[in-house]
């Protein structure tokens, strides 16, 4: 994990620049993201971030600038990058009113697994999660936590090459927020690439490099230690906070 | 004087009789702000809408400026203000009509509590004539305070009103309490940051439905029992496992650049940071630092409902 940059590029970023009129959401976002790596994406509201994370879902054309998300361009491949990447929000991740076996197996046979890989999948991620006794509950019944953690099992049940993981912990508690963490540095033990953005400032310290967004642009881009050696800070709340507060653009 | 009280307040849900609130109790001082600390499901919401009388309680009772919540709901009504965690605002109205909306309601006028709410306004008054569902998050919650301001409740309840808020909205908003604060306005507010738990006057830590510990932060970060270590090595993965192997070992998780790991109380600091430092080279770890670390709440908070998850398997 500490030599990234020998490893394969899995997200790679050039100029990469979305607008809305004059409004220029994201503006030319360069980075690159090697397999495996965990890499936190920050940025205060507003910042850009949703704009960005829909373009490299493919879900969203860009207005000028390049990138290939596991090998695949995203103008002309948007669907290869779809069937390669998982993804979970905080808003959106499972169907509330089907079970947990139900969620499991509908995402199954929408990302086109066979039965048998299905059956097996399933009885993984519940004995991971220790879900044995809610199999057949509905989502609807789990705690936040439970779900956050599910919706992760079930947005990587395809072996993605890459995984979009849009504020995963938010109002969750300390202690089911680092058996979420837990579930993420294992994934990415297995090379799943983890994109993740995060309000919590110690979930930052938790990747392996993070950029940071102002106003539509990356303004700093580098490991939680260099951070904070290149703002003088203590930690990377301290360092947000120096970056975040220059802020000009309203939060409309 | 007290403006809130919590006697054994109980509330239960559905035919599977799922307790929410579970017998409790507390006191809120006037002019106090106060934190309810917990995650999802804690039953801080459940809490809130009894004591802004939108819920009725199954069990023990309560009052809000002295009045019952179930026999003067009235009074109580026209005294509080209350910003619920979900949106609850007029999306089809616009930020003016959505004020004005609200001072009508109670009676007034934006005019007359203008001072209370200006600090908060100005930010979002550029685009007062934009829907309400229209807004950013920042803008819904800057609008939602000044809603639930302009009738000058003398008790304010903010239900997670910083939940998927930057930590520099968060700061501001921190900010904006205090000065609410500094106008004798009792302040209840819930939130799952705990570092936010360290500005409030007084929190109740809570999980399922009770509650752990209530006391000042500093008090409770005081009352921690166990002797705390910060760790940090080569490999964040491998250094969690290992201290989760570690025969010593009450407690172990990440936290920020560092791991944390909880021993038994009453041992020699250096002599167990040693060993726990040669343990983990042993494991193939490399640039080990073991140090003592200082608990703040997140540390108490992890222990509390630990232990208490513990109880209730047993």
Partial sequence: ????????????????????????????????????????????????????????????????????????????????????????SQKFSLYEDLTVLENIRFYGGIYGLSDGAIKEKSEAIIARLGLQSEADKLVSALPLGWKQKLAFSVAILHQPHIVFLDEPTGGVDPVTRRQFWDLIYEAAEEGVTVFVTTHYMDEAEYCNRISIMVDGRIEALDTPHNLKQQFQADSMDDVFYKLARQAKRVDL | MEAITLNALTKVYG???????????????????????????????????????????????????????????????SSVGYMPGKFSLYPDLSIEENLNFFAT???????????????????????????????????????????????????????????????????????????LKAQNITIVVSTPYMDEAALCDRIALMQDGKILSIDAPENISKAYPDSLFAVRADHMYALLNNLARYEKTLNSYAFGEYAHVALQSGIDEAVESAALKSWLESAGLKDVEVQPATPDIEDCFIRLATVHQAAVIK
């Fill in chain 1, 1 to 88: 994990m500490n030599d990234l940059s020998n490893r394969a590029i899995s997200i790679k970023a050039d100029l990469l620049t979305k607008r809305y009129g004059d409004f220029i959401a994201a503006d030319a976002l360069s980075f690159e993201v090697y397999k495996g790596e965990i890499f936190g994406f920050l940025g205060a509201n507003g910042a850009g971030k949703t704009t960005a994370m829909r373009m490299l879902c493919g879900l969203s054309l860009p207005s000028s600038g390049s990138a290939t998300i596991a090998g695949f361009d995203i103008y002309r491949e948007t669907e290869k990058i779809k069937k390669n990447i998982g993804y979970m």
């Fill in chain 2, 105 to 179: 309601v109670f009676n007034t006028t934006v005019a007359e509590n203008y001072d209370l709410i200006r600090d908060i306004y100005v930010q979002i008054e550029p685009f007062k004539k934009r829907r309400a569902g229209k807004l950013s998050g920042g803008m819904k919650q800057k609008l939602a305070l000044c809603c639930a301001l302009i009738h000058k409740p003398t008790v304010l309840f903010l239900d997670e009103p910083t939940t998927g808020v930057d930590p520099v909205s968060r700061k501001e908003f921190w900010e904006m309490l205090k000065r």
């Fill in chain 2, 15 to 77: 035919k599977e009789k799922t307790v929410a609130v579970n017998e409790v109790s507390f006191a809120v001082e006037k002019g106090e702000l106060f934190g309810l600390i917990g995650p999802d499901g804690a039953g801080k919401t459940s809490i809130f809408r009894m004591l802004t009388t939108v819920l009725l309680p199954d069990g023990g009772s309560a009052t809000v400026n002295g009045f019952d919540v179930e026999k003067d709901y009235k009074q109580i009504r």
